[in-house]
């Protein structure tokens, strides 16, 4: 059994009167700080917290996806970062009207709703942009912002945040107890050594965007669709032979950017000619610890692959298809927001997906080369025009063996995956530089405790 002793003198003034907020793992972090002799209370930092505006202050109906002053929601602040990829924007009266929660380059932003303890630094290609109300920001001169968000997102900061969680159903952290949060202060050359780790991890990160981008560019350039623009059109005229030979009805099926974009693939084949599909489904063992992918653990920006460690017995029904690395997999839910990502080789071990996905074994280079033209515009258009359902529109397995792939000679699939390769080196080099930057934070609370 896990318990602590409490003396009344350590209660923290009677703020906090739950047991969970003395486990032992917490006050056990707390002493190591103690015994650094260099830390603050987060409220000992010159600087000024914000929540971002509720309810009827807020009042903005819509959100377009494409825009100029963009709003960060809770789901958007993750670790280090703010996600770039489904992005939401706001009209700019709303944004003049809402300016006070406006954020600056440098901001630090913390969940404060829905996944907690998520702190992420503002840069300057997220603005102009304001904040929703389900994160806090802090904003400080007095610290090195780097510094202070590789200490937050270590063991310390991270679980020490955790700890300030409040309610049951609906949990999430106040100002009030983040101003008592422990912050270790080291030197301030010390500081600017970690700031310059995370510094070198957005440059990595940044690389990493760049390279993609020439990957993609050269696909469109070669099929000469570089500038390549479509138009909704208002008005068109189908055959009825056409509606009974696709057996759809809607007007939108029938948009003709759907029929423009293959027709200026001069040469193509079939997905299902390229590519095999795992249509095997595992069972899985209750009592084991699968690896389990779903489509939420797909960073559509980048194509980056996540994973949730979750008992057999308690996987979802749809959790079915098993992997061993190096698979393709495309998103058949909302598939035009590009979760399509290729499976790292060292996911072997008791890897579970999503029957969300379809997944699909083929070798380098073809398979760099196809997560590149599923996430273009070429795959996404193809992908789009199958959709069934609005606000969760799907597509199956065999819409995406009959998406038409462009045959380019292996000399340019080959410099497309060689590009898509090395993006991924780039974004892997900025991951490492980010574990470092922690590790260096912990290291020196470490030495501090030693030498106290």
Not at 92 to 116: P, Q
Not at 345 to 371: C, H, K, T, W
Not at 436 to 447: D, P, Q, S, T, W
């Amino acid at each position: 059994m896990v318990y602590s002793i409490i003396q009344k003198s350590q209660l923290e003034g009677a703020r906090r009167l739950d047991a969970e907020y003395y486990q032992p793992e917490y006050l056990h972090l707390v002493n190591d700080l103690v015994r650094t002799h260099s830390y603050k209370s987060w409220n000992g930092i010159k600087g000024k917290f914000t929540t971002g505006p509720f309810g009827s202050e807020f009042n903005v109906e819509n959100y377009v996806t494409e825009g100029k002053y963009r709003y960060i929601r809770g789901k958007d602040v993750k670790e280090f970062i703010i996600a770039d990829n489904d992005n939401v924007y706001i009209p700019e009266k709303d944004f003049e009207r809402l300016k006070k929660y406006s954020l600056d380059e440098g901001d630090i932003l913390i969940s404060v709703v829905g996944t907690l303890g998520n702190v992420a630094i503002v840069d300057k290609y997220s603005l102009p942009a304001i904040f929703s109300c389900k994160s806090t920001v802090f904003r400080t001169d007095s610290i090195n912002p780097h510094y202070l968000i590789s200490y937050l997102n270590s063991k310390y900061g991270k679980n020490l945040l955790l700890r300030c969680m409040r309610g049951h159903i609906q949990v999430g952290l106040n100002i009030d107890d983040l101003k008592y949060l422990l912050i270790f202060i080291p030197p301030k050359g010390k500081q600017e050594e970690i700031g310059r780790l995370f510094l070198k991890s957005q440059e990595s990160l940044s690389e990493s965007k760049r390279v993609y981008v020439r990957a993609e560019k050269l696909l469109l350039d070669e099929l000469g669709l570089a500038d390549f623009q479509f138009s909704e059109d208002l008005t068109f005229e189908v055959n009825f032979s056409d509606v009974k030979n696709f057996n759809r009805m809607d007007a939108d099926y029938f948009q003709p950017k759907y029929q423009l974009i293959v027709d200026k693939i001069i040469k193509k084949k079939r997905m299902l000619g390229i590519a095999k599909r795992i249509k095997n489904t595992v069972k899985p063992t209750p009592d084991i610890e699968y690896n389990y992918i779903e489509i939420s653990n797909v960073n559509a920006g980048n194509g980056e692959v996540t994973f949730n460690r979750i008992l057999g017995k308690e996987l979802p029904a749809n959790a079915k298809i098993g992997l061993s690395g190096n698979e393709l997999i495309i998103s058949k839910v909302r598939p035009t927001r590009g979760a399509i990502a290729i499976i790292p080789q060292e996911f072997s071990d008791n890897f579970i997906a999503s029957g969300a996905f379809s997944v699909f074994n083929v070798g380098y280079p073809m398979r760099e080369y196809l997560q590149v033209v599923f996430r273009s515009v070429v795959g996404k258009l193809q992908l789009e025009r199958p959709t069934t359902g609005t606000s969760y529109p799907t597509i199956t397995d065999e819409d995406i063996e009959n998406t038409w792939v462009p045959d380019l000679s292996l000399d340019i699939q080959q410099k497309i995956a060689d590009l898509v390769q090395q993006s991924y080196e780039a974004r892997k080099k900025s991951k490492e530089l980010l574990e470092e930057a922690k590790r260096k934070v912990e290291e020196m609370i470490e030495k501090g405790m030693k030498h106290s």
